[in-house]
């Protein structure tokens, strides 16, 4: 069975940082690009960023590049995303997925002081 | 960057009906057009892969079609748990864009 568990979501105050993890099982976690996208209250899906599955070349977002970074660990696979000088305009649930089939069941994080 | 437009916005149908859900992309994408379904607090839901394949343990009500710029999702007999948001996606290029969703609701 395919999972894929995000964790590290949560209130973080405007300008600080935030780590977001997605542990994942089921498939060859290093065969494949992986991607975060996220959903804020009440809006659509919004893609944030992906990364190819070697973990060399990577893709993001024009809003959020220079302040996340995404990254992985096929060794461990597992999947990040690396926020720093967050924004409100930030807050949403980001789900961490295997374009296009596979999801995880998000994690919420809220950015407001 | 391409523009993904999703017609109509919301749809109101009686159970039992057929619709069908536009998306219409700025640039030709090919086939690389994928559907969603998405409930409140449930997480993305693939319905169809690449334009029209279909996706191993989604109801055989849905369908799709299209390539280029215009395609289309087909929902037959629809039921109450058909009541969802669905959106398409374009993995043609980056960055990758979502259109901005159908809501489904019944009447």
């Known amino acids: 069975e395919v999972q894929l568990v995000e964790s590290g979501g949560g209130l973080v105050q405007p300008g600080r940082s935030l780590k977001l993890s997605c542990v994942v099982s089921?498939?060859?976690?290093?065969?494949?690009?992986m991607a975060w996208v996220r959903q804020a209250p009440t809006k659509g899906l919004e893609w944030v960023a992906s990364i190819n599955n070697s973990g060399g070349t990577t893709y993001y977002r024009d809003s959020v590049k220079g302040r996340f970074t995404i990254s992985r660990d096929n060794a461990e696979s597992t999947l990040y995303l690396q926020m720093d000088s967050l924004r409100s305009e930030d807050t949403a649930t980001y789900y961490c997925t295997r374009l296009v089939d596979y999801w995880g069941q998000g994690v919420m994080v809220t950015v407001s002081s | 960057d391409i523009v993904l437009t999703q017609s109509p916005a919301t749809l109101s149908v009686t159970p039992g009906e057929t619709v069908s859900l536009s998306c219409r992309a700025s640039h030709s994408i090919g086939i690389n057009l994928h559907w969603y379904q998405l409930k409140p607090n449930e997480s993305p839901r693939l319905l169809i892969k690449y334009a029209f394949q279909s996706v191993s343990g989604m109801s055989s009500r849905f369908s799709a079609s299209g390539s280029g710029t215009e395609f289309s999702l087909n929902i037959n007999n629809v039921e109450f748990d058909d009541v969802s948001s669905y959106f398409c996606q374009q993995t043609q290029s980056w960055p990758l864009t979502f259109g901005s969703g159908t809501k489904l609701e019944i009447k």
């Open positions: 089921g498939f060859t976690f290093s065969s494949y690009y």
